[in-house]
């Protein structure tokens, strides 16, 4: 399950988003925290929401160029 069946689907959305490879263990993390139902505080949340953001925002901004 580890190794297959959970990156399965963050590889095939970075894949579709255009998320540079290097990058994909980065954007498991940031989605991990987003649908995960852990004991993260607000304010760990909001902070990874807005790293992901910010990440999204960087990569639609080379993409607009």
């Not at 190794?3 to 579709?16: D, K, Q, S, T, Y």
Request: aromatic share 10%; with cysteine.
């Amino acid at each position: 399950m580890e190794n297959f069946a959970l990156p399965l689907p963050v590889a095939v959305i970075c894949e579709l988003l255009g998320v540079p490879v290097a990058d994909w263990p980065k954007f498991r993390v940031w989605s991990d925290r987003i649908l995960s139902t852990s004991e993260a505080t607000a304010e760990e949340y909001e902070a990874n929401d807005a790293e992901l953001q910010e990440y999204l925002s960087g990569r639609i901004a080379a993409h607009s160029r």
